[in-house]
């Protein structure tokens, strides 16, 4: 049952809140890892350099689900490019992360102190290396789709979502390494968040619409049609 004690405003706004935060976690993330990210691959740094990769294993996936969860619902063809260019980073990123992080850190641990980094570790940054770049500049594309689709849905409550460019470009140029490409992930979780929230505010202030455009719900619900992580096309802002 409702809490009697919230108005439904209060329910709608922590209605609103809590799946922003979710889809801001994966890039926070992230961010927080890439404290620990190693800025060159040795022996002595072998091991971080795995362990982070293992945590980034799970995660960078989930940045790009987050992207993809800002058009959630809808069949327009930018929603479909954002859905591809958001599915090349997942894929391609993932990839390097498994090849020139962990793969490469796991080698480098193994061959044991005091020894020349051998070819073979080379080779696994020549074939991890072009994966990153694939998905880092797929991340650089959904990004600025999503700008043009912040401000266009959103207008001005869509310009903090301008700060996903930035973002995006440190992650292609540092990856996570902090401090540049930690803080470039950070952006683009806190711009995921931010379009989510952003995009979630065109519901109705009470229960069921007095238009009649979202079918009436229960206390402290929203309409079947109200619009939840920027899911169905916007109402025209005055």
């Known amino acids: 049952m409702a809490d009697p004690g919230r108005t439904y405003g209060e329910r709608m706004d922590r209605a609103r809140v809590l799946p922003a935060l979710a889809l801001a976690v994966p890039g926070l993330a992230l961010a927080g890892a890439g404290l620990f990210h190693p800025s060159s691959l040795g022996y002595p740094t072998a091991q971080a350099w795995t362990v982070v990769h293992l945590v980034g294993l799970f995660v960078f996936p989930l940045v790009g689900l987050a992207l993809v969860l800002l058009v959630r619902g809808r069949r327009d063809v930018l929603a479909w490019v954002i859905r591809l260019t958001a599915y090349g980073y997942a894929t391609a990123y993932t990839a390097l992360d498994v090849v020139s992080g962990l793969a490469a850190g796991y080698v480098t641990r193994r061959i044991g102190p005091d020894q020349p980094r051998p070819e073979a570790v080379s080779f696994l940054f020549d074939v991890g290396g072009p994966l990153g770049q694939v998905g880092s500049w797929s991340l650089l594309l959904c990004s600025a789709l999503l700008v043009v689709d912040g401000?266009?849905?959103?207008?001005?409550?869509?310009?903090?979502?301008?700060?996903?460019?930035?973002?995006?470009?440190?992650?292609?140029?540092?990856?996570?390494?902090?401090?540049?490409?930690?803080?470039?992930?950070?952006?683009?979780?806190?711009?995921?968040?931010?379009?989510?929230?952003?995009?979630?505010?065109?519901?109705?202030?009470?229960?069921?619409?007095?238009?009649?455009?979202?079918?009436?719900?229960?206390?402290?619900?929203?309409?079947?049609?109200?619009?939840?992580?920027?899911?169905?096309?916007?109402?025209?802002?005055?």
């Not at 009649?212 to 096309?233: A, F, H, I, V």
């Open 151 to 238: 401000l266009v849905r959103l207008g001005a409550a869509g310009a903090p979502g301008l700060l996903l460019l930035p973002g995006a470009y440190l992650v292609h140029v540092d990856h996570i390494v902090a401090p540049a490409g930690a803080s470039g992930m950070a952006l683009v979780g806190l711009a995921t968040g931010w379009l989510a929230f952003a995009g979630s505010a065109d519901v109705p202030d009470e229960p069921g619409s007095a238009d009649g455009t979202d079918e009436p719900g229960q206390p402290g619900q929203p309409g079947q049609n109200s619009r939840w992580l920027g899911s169905s096309m916007p109402r025209r802002r005055s």
